[in-house]
Nanobody, 124 residues
């Protein structure tokens, strides 16, 4: 069965960094679009980033609020996608979810597979 497992969340101070991991089983990540979404308490689930490869060319997408601070990457040998988060802000606090589907999208209901989420808390 398909399984996506996020890890790497934690409690950090503003300005610090975290690297989230999305480890997959039951599917090969390089054949899918892999997205990161986040959901803060009382807010809608928000698209953060996505990575996809077509004909050997890899595309990277970021929502405006994280551009220049977050970096998505993929290690095919480890079948793992990462989200490097730098210069973290309090507003980045949320549960972060890894998703997979056939193409990148900013709408969460287009993704077929989801991980369980990992908590990121940014606070002084």
């Amino acid at each position: 069965q398909v399984q996506l497992v996020e890890s790497g969340g934690g409690f950090v101070q503003p300005g610090s960094s975290l690297r989230l991991s999305c480890a997959a089983s039951g599917l090969t990540l390089e054949y899918y679009a892999i997205g990161w979404f986040r959901q803060a308490p009382g807010k809608e689930r928000e698209g953060v980033s996505c990575i996809s490869t077509t004909d050997g060319s890899t595309s990277y997408y970021y929502t405006d609020s994280v551009k220049g601070r977050f970096t998505i990457s993929r290690d095919n040998a480890k079948n793992t996608v990462y989200l490097q988060m730098n210069s973290l802000k309090a507003e980045d606090t949320a549960v972060y979810y890894c998703t997979a589907d056939s193409r990148c999208s900013w709408t969460p209901d287009t993704y077929h597979y989801w991980g369980q989420g990992t908590q990121v808390t940014v606070s002084s």
